[in-house]
């Protein structure tokens, strides 16, 4: 059994974005291929919204350069509080509807192919026009 952590990284790409004035991936996207390095929007908008658990150390400098920060700016060591903890986090998540699970939505099944009648009409029922009503003279 391991030890409880009693500190954690926070990821501060945001908060660094935000002081620089950078509003959006793709502002920060340009930055970073003005210095060299090429990343895709999605994996970039990926690493923005949630802490990496890897990252490159190429894509570091070039956030480092990018941003004019130091490897402290975007990383920090934060304390552990008791809300962090996963029992705790259990306990909370337990008492309050809103953060319970969903239930899985079953994905729909498509018949195979093999499951098809030769005889079945898959377009529906065939509907007769309606009669056009003679025309009345005089």
Known sequence: MTAPLKRR???RLRV???ERKINTATELQRLLEKSGFHITSSQLTRIIRDRPDRISSDLLDHLLEVLRCEI???LRSDQVTEEDLPEKR???ESESPALQKKPRIPKRV???FSEIRPDENL???KIAAFPIPPVKQG
Do not use: C, K
Request: no cysteine; aromatic share 6%.
């Open 9 to 11: 990284l926070s990821w």
């Open 123 to 125: 377009t529906g029922p």
């Open 16 to 18: 660094m974005m935000a």
């Open 72 to 74: 402290g700016d975007l």
């Open 110 to 112: 498509r018949r195979e």
């Open 90 to 92: 259990d306990a909370i």
